[in-house]
């Protein structure tokens, strides 16, 4: 991905959380108190929130507002759950603008690696250093271009421990890889970090990325022609537990995006509606004898 677009993406998500934070405490889904200073210009961000909070963004693309925060809060309560069972360190791949390694309760007591294209990370740490400085000491910042050096090797070189129990966080990655990239990654998560290690992705269905004609599908492709960044991976609905199995995983967790609704979006939040049928959250254990 190029860099100045992955930064108008990282950009985009940090927005909705931003934006998220400023709601009611009853209506808040998720929380990021460091958000708003990933965002620039005060002029920038009040557009955005027009966009959001009139309905318009909701007209262009149906449901993808309550998606993005669904899957923020679903990826935010998985982390806090194996923190709460033990962990010696998360990786988060793709990071962006993601802010868990400072918000997520606990996650200090781990050793947390940030992986991203070196243009983004410098962009990230030059607006998060005016509201955290210094940098807490269990956050390693590893820029990393993944299509020309090896996740392995670059980990390495930040200190990452083979021998720790680890969760790698995949979030907003898989649909722009070739199936070559997905591979790779997984099999350096089930080769090379400790049994009872896991990952969690979001991933779109192929049924939805080859239909190009109506729905999500169609969105997808508009997306990827405005962004230059074309979707180009998906998983066969209902076959995500076998294609996990064959790469060394077990205890995998399907879960459809229209799922989250029952679980976020009830209450007030009751009449947002989300993405359905089109994209999905797996999380998978690794499978290896002790």
Known sequence: MASTKASRSAEGVAGFRAI???KPEGERIVSDPYARALIPGGLMF???????TSGL????APGAEAFIIGRERYIDDYLEACLGEGLDQVVILGAGFDTRAFRI???ERTRVFEVDQPETQA????RLNKVIDPMPAHVTFVPADLNTQQLGEVLRGAGYDEQGKTLFIWQGVTYFLQPEGIDSTLAFVANHSAPGSSVVFD???NETLHDTTQGYGKALAR???VSGEPYVFGIDRGTVGTFLAQRGFCDVVDMPI?????MYFTGANAVRPIVTGDIAIASATVCRPQ
């Open 46 to 52: 009040s557009i955005s929130m027009w966009i959001i």
């Open 223 to 225: 997306a990827g022609k």
């Open 258 to 262: 229209e799922d989250l609704k029952p």
């Open 57 to 60: 963004y909701e007209r262009m």
């Open 203 to 205: 991933y779109v269905y």
């Open 105 to 107: 309760p606990g996650i």
């Open 123 to 126: 962009v990230m740490l030059e």
């Open 20 to 22: 998220e934070t400023l």
